[in-house]
């Protein structure tokens, strides 16, 4: 009787583990930023979840090409561990910087005076990461 019972606990569990019911639920990150360097096409971006919304400005000076970069803050911001800047320029030049995750935190980045891309990413508290901008700044001359 122990034997049969212990037979068919044991073809129970290798069922249960053939079938993979002992596994938990899977989550799925969202997608990785795409971003290739060196290339002046923009690509997609990813809205934010409004309670991680932020603000993330930026200028291109029509004197000098210089780009700021100022973080404004937000629903989110509490939850943001890293904003990751990246600038291609015009002549091939890819120039990564960090923005403080602190509110009006202002990053310079020498810009051409030619059109330039930037590619903004967030990261948060949770591990996941959004591309929220990625787009190309257009050098325009005062006057």
């Known amino acids: 009787m ?14 249960i583990v053939a079938c993979g019911c002992v596994s938990g639920p899977v989550e799925q990150a969202p997608p990785e930023s795409s971003v290739s360097p060196g290339s002046l096409s923009p690509g997609p ?4 979840p409004s309670e991680r919304e932020i603000d993330v400005q930026i200028e291109k000076s029509g004197l000098d090409g210089m780009i700021t ?9 509490a939850a943001v561990t890293s904003i990751d800047v990246v600038v291609t320029r015009s002549d091939g ?4 910087e960090k923005l403080p995750a602190e509110k009006l935190a202002e990053l310079k980045i020498p810009g051409t005076r030619e059109d330039d891309r930037i590619v903004v990413s ?8 959004y591309t929220i901008i990625d787009r190309m700044l257009a050098y325009r001359t005062r006057g």
């Open 2 to 15: 122990n034997r049969c019972i212990l037979a068919t606990g044991c073809v129970v569990l290798a069922l």
């Open 45 to 48: 971006t990813q809205s934010l």
């Open 69 to 77: 970069v100022i973080f404004s803050g937000g629903k989110g911001q």
């Open 93 to 96: 030049t890819v120039i990564r």
């Open 122 to 129: 967030v990261a948060y508290n949770d591990g996941t990461s």
